[in-house]
């Protein structure tokens, strides 16, 4: 019986699970081991929407299939805040579909638009998804960089003229996991200009868009007039209202992509369960000083861990959103690899971080912080690190 199957062929062992089962082991011994390294949030969901869940859930009529697409109510509520965030109008019932979180959403498109062979424009370092969605679809991936300066355009440019086949659809995700780099709107004029010039398709990853700080709200690809003509969008409960195990999450913009993402889905799943897309509609269509309440909190964090592990001797430049910290290694210790880094934190300093050659080549020399610990707990990882990075020969700036 043949067991070398097609696409996990083309999944390559899955980078980040050593360190995970690394940290699973330590825990299991009792120690003590602060987990920086998942981007689970550990706050809870607004009151009001766990007991919309519970009110509902207790409708005998509740429990049978949903909608694949979403409950209507659901899909309104979502394009109501499209308007208010952003000012875009969306048709709830052509332009906007709910999916099992923003990462199925994906992976769901992915299937639909991808034809064997098929060449896809992805970042490099990104959000796994970004590219193994595809690859999982049979296409075949060209990295562009994640950092949207003048090099970026270059790169676009060369993967147009010099790829067979021409790539037919490129991924975007700013705030972006794993660099926590931002773009404004400008940035998305000329990319929309440059995808109907070379006919690619857009598909836009804003999960992180309520997680921005400095006062500088993140914009949506959607803002720019035209942009329905050539993208779709991705959001998440997850981030924005601590819903990260609810699994709810939207695609918005281009009803042919759209409709090709339903069809899809109207085959494999039966849309998520009716009582969480009632509670999601009450997150939001309920009050949203939630909203600011934890932009405020992951704010104060990334202010603390950036101060503790500078203190210890690693400097870490701020993130300007998003719930990570894309960190260089140390200048004495970056011919370790960011493997190897993060799996000397966890043994001598018992902090999890995710090494950055998990997202990617280009991900080498970093690794991933997730502010997902209480500020005392980060202050604690600061100490553990100060005491590993001592250790090792280099000195901190605390006293």
């Known amino acids: 019986m043949d067991t070398d199957f097609y696409r996990i062929k083309r999944l390559p062992p899955y980078v980040i699970a050593e360190v995970n089962a690394m940290r699973a082991a330590a825990r299991a011994e009792g120690r003590d081991i602060i987990d920086l390294g998942m981007g689970n949030p550990d706050l809870p969901p607004p009151q009001h929407v766990i007991d919309k869940l519970c009110e509902v859930a207790q409708n ?97 440019e060369k993967a147009m003229n010099f790829t067979v086949p021409r790539p037919t659809v490129l991924v975007v995700n700013f705030p972006s996991n794993p660099t926590a780099e931002v773009v404004d709107l400008a940035f998305y004029e000329r990319l929309v200009d440059w995808a109907k010039f070379h006919k690619v398709w857009i598909l836009s990853d804003l999960a992180y868009s309520e997680l921005y700080f400095d006062g500088k709200p993140t914009p949506s690809i959607l803002q720019v007039p035209g942009a329905k003509d050539v993208a779709v969008e991705f959001t998440s409960m997850s981030k924005t209202f601590s819903m990260a195990g609810w699994r709810l999450g939207f695609a918005v913009g281009n009803p042919t992509l759209i409709a090709a993402l339903t069809r899809v889905k109207s085959y494999i799943d039966y849309g998520a369960f009716t009582p969480m897309q009632a509670a999601a509609v009450a997150a939001l269509n309920g009050p949203q000083d ?84 209480n500020e005392q707990r980060l202050r604690q990882a600061g100490r553990n690190i100060r005491r590993y990075l001592q250790s090792m020969g280099i000195n901190s700036s605390a006293a």
Do not use: C
């Open 290 to 373: 939630i909203v600011e309440k934890n932009r405020q909190l992951y704010h104060k964090r990334r202010d603390v861990m950036v101060e503790a592990f500078g203190r210890a001797g690693w400097e870490i430049p701020p993130p300007p959103a998003s719930m990570f910290a894309w960190a260089p290694l140390p200048a004495p210790l970056k011919e370790m690899g960011s493997m190897e880094f993060a799996k000397q934190l966890l043994t001598h300093a018992e902090v999890a971080v995710a090494p950055g050659v998990g997202y990617g080549e280009d991900g080498e020399g970093y690794v991933r912080i997730g502010l997902v610990e």
């Open 60 to 156: 005998p009529d509740a429990h049978g299939y949903s909608q694949s697409k979403g409950i209507p109510g659901l899909r309104k509520a979502q394009a109501a805040y499209y308007q208010r965030r952003f000012g875009v109008e969306l048709d709830p019932e052509s332009e906007v579909v709910v999916t099992l979180g923003s990462k199925e959403g994906l992976a769901s498109l992915a299937t639909a638009i991808t034809a064997p062979g098929d060449t896809i424009l992805a970042p490099n370092p990104s959000y796994p998804i970004h590219t193994f969605g595809f690859i999982i679809a049979g296409a075949s991936i060209r990295s562009v960089p994640t950092t949207p300066d003048e090099r970026y355009w270059d790169e676009l």
